[in-house]
């Protein structure tokens, strides 16, 4: 299964270069350069066997935005984005007892909750198609690609302590995930997203994009020794992202 992975990313890998290089010239040429940068809000959760109860988990993310564009084919205007971002990833377990209703800790009288935070570097590498105005007005994108992640560090946050944890009520017993640092620091997945752009002549262009991100690495190891037999992020991602043109195409009748 892991080398079936792999190879699944390998190929998204191929698939965002490959065409860009296979059909140079045969549309209008572009030769476009722009770069910015991008803030947002990130939902995330782990997608874990066993299954552990989870709400999203909420963070910021944020970075540096690199475009070039290549061609306009037909009415599709073909670019190729790269980024590099700070995300604040992990998950928000929903501690509920067989009723769906809180789980009430003995000695502290609160509900108990708890949070695992994880700080990454994530780098996607995207191939994004895009239909309207390139220098003045909107343009709806889609991209997609493969990205990459870098651990950064972790912590904890949680009401309770965890040798005095009410585990009678607890609808889910799976708590191994608790107290467990995160063991696979390099990440891997594959990222989609749409969106709209505005451009202003010697402005800049500012775009809205939502983008969902599959992981196919897992943060703990899978083999048939280990607790968890899978554990891969799962991201939705709300951003706005501003790019300023670097260099831009000699050509008057690009609108």
Request: net charge positive; aromatic share 14%.
């Amino acid at each position: 299964m892991k080398e079936r992975l792999k190879s699944i990313f390998l190929y998204a890998l191929v698939s965002v270069c490959f065409p860009f290089c296979a059909s140079a010239q045969i549309g209008e040429h572009r030769d476009e350069f722009a770069v910015g940068f991008s803030a947002g809000y990130v939902m995330s959760n782990i997608g874990f066997t066993p299954t552990v109860p989870q709400n999203m988990h909420g963070g910021l993310t944020g970075g540096v935005t690199f475009r070039y564009t290549t061609e306009k084919y037909f009415s599709s205007i073909c670019s190729i984005v790269g980024e590099i971002n700070y995300a604040q990833l992990g998950w928000k377990e929903n501690i509920r007892d067989s009723k769906d209703n809180p789980v009430i800790n003995a000695t502290t009288g609160l509900a108990e909750e708890y949070q695992r935070n994880i700080n990454y570097v994530q780098i996607p590498l995207l191939a994004r198609l895009g239909w309207g105005r390139e220098r003045r007005g909107a343009q709806f994108f889609i991209q997609a690609g493969p990205q990459v992640g870098f651990y950064l560090s972790e912590s904890t946050k949680s009401n309770f302590d965890f040798a005095q944890r009410n585990m009678t009520d607890r609808s889910s017993q799976i708590i191994a995930q608790d107290t467990m640092a995160v063991q696979k620091k390099f990440d891997y997945g594959i990222v989609a997203g749409i969106g709209l752009e505005y451009s202003i002549p010697k402005v800049g262009h500012f775009m809205l994009e939502g983008r969902y991100y599959y992981g196919l690495g897992n943060i703990y190891g899978n083999s048939k020794s280990d607790y968890f037999g899978k554990s891969n992020f799962g991201n939705v991602v709300i951003k706005l992202s501003y790019l300023f043109d670097l260099a831009t195409t000699k050509n008057d009748k690009i609108k």
